[in-house]
């Protein structure tokens, strides 16, 4: 059974949507503060978290909660939910790694479609590990068992998200890849925007590891695409 984490501040909204979860088959294990869920995931993380940004008193706890967990864990599937929709706390939330960043507002309906959207590419991840994949693309090595992309033989710290649209650009090098085709390689469903930001947070950290590198081009109006050697 999957086990799902819900920090959330508010009693009768956090008992709704652990109710919800619960009548799909999920394990529900719910919260009210980052504390409490740090001192229960220090024990054993959970296969997915949902998380507001603000709790109780700690108006960014959950950003907070969210790079602590990213910190135990780069494939930890994490989605931000919560009633704060300005462009800067979206994209602080993904830039701390969430793999999506959602408002109250939206239908339950969609919300389940999000999370089943999330299992199913951690599913595909856990395919690969009967076989060893590595893909090599001049100096990118990305390890599909493992999990790994390595720049010059320097580690990439990716998440889920990031590794999955890296692979999707690196697999045919030069080919133009849209917003659509980077959703269904990655398994999310997100606007313009939120891929935006995850483009920009892959060329960061490959920037980390080489200042120089430029491998993720931009084609206005297309998509993106990995430079071809």
């Given amino acids: ?84 929709d300005s462009d800067f706390d979206i994209v602080s939330g993904l830039r701390l790694g969430a793999d999506d960043y959602l408002t109250k507002d939206i239908s339950l309906p969609h919300l389940l479609a999000r999370i089943a959207a999330l299992f199913r590419r951690s599913d595909a991840l856990a395919a690969t590990e009967g076989a060893e994949e590595i893909i090599e693309r001049g100096d990118l090595m990305l390890d599909l068992k493992r999990f790994v992309a390595t720049w010059k033989t320097n580690a990439v710290e990716l998440t889920l998200t990031e590794f999955w649209m890296v692979h999707a650009l690196a697999k045919f090098p030069g080919h133009v890849k849209n917003r659509d085709q980077l959703m269904q390689e990655a398994n999310v469903v997100v606007d313009d925007s939120t891929i935006t930001s995850h483009i920009k947070r892959i060329r960061k950290k490959f920037m980390q590891a080489d200042a120089a590198f430029d491998q993720v081009e931009t084609v206005y109006g297309m998509g993106y695409r990995w430079k071809a050697q």
């Fill in 1 to 84: 059974m999957r086990r799902i984490a819900i920090v959330e501040d508010e009693p009768a909204i956090r008992e709704n949507y652990a109710d919800v979860l619960r009548r799909q088959g999920y394990e529900v294990h719910a919260y009210p503060s980052r504390l409490d869920a740090m001192s229960s995931f220090k024990v054993r993380l959970p296969d997915l978290a949902i998380i507001d940004v603000g709790l109780g008193a700690e108006v960014d706890g959950g950003f907070a909660l969210c790079r602590e967990l990213r910190a135990r864990s780069e494939q930890l599937p994490i989605i931000f939910l919560t009633a704060r």
